[in-house]
């Protein structure tokens, strides 16, 4: 059985590029949301095994959805997926309960390798 994946990211060009990674793979993209409040409002619906989250979005920023996510439902699994690898971007990840950070621009391996880890 495929693991569901909600990907969060206003850009249209990293949804390409994730749904190209993950061809041929085990995880398959369930939902597609373009802001942290969509991400917040489709969570309990779309029931995600991961959720991948862009930092920099309209509105309601990634941290912070990643934050009502997570106290809404401790048990969510958020990898934070950015262009913004800053040491206390990294430790806020961390600090709300991101599972992983991956850097803008991805590599297949890098991405699955960091699912992996957040969904042991």
Not at 50 to 72: R, S
Request: charge should be negative; hydrophobic fraction near 45%; aromatic fraction near 6%.
């Amino acid at each position: 059985m495929s693991k569901r994946i909600m990907v969060v990211d206003d850009s249209r060009l990293v949804r390409v590029q994730l749904e190209d990674a993950l061809k041929g793979t085990e995880y398959e993209i369930a939902a597609y949301c373009r802001s942290g409040e969509d991400a917040i409002e489709q969570y309990d619906a779309v029931k995600p095994d991961l959720v991948t989250m862009d930092i920099i979005m309209q509105g309601i920023d990634g941290l912070d959805a990643a934050e009502i996510i997570l106290k809404n439902h401790p048990d969510a699994r958020i990898v934070m997926v950015s262009s913004l690898a800053y040491d206390d971007t990294f430790e806020r990840a961390k600090a709300i309960g991101a599972k992983g950070f991956i850097d803008k621009p991805f590599h297949q391996e890098q991405l699955l390798n960091i699912f992996e880890q957040a969904l042991a």
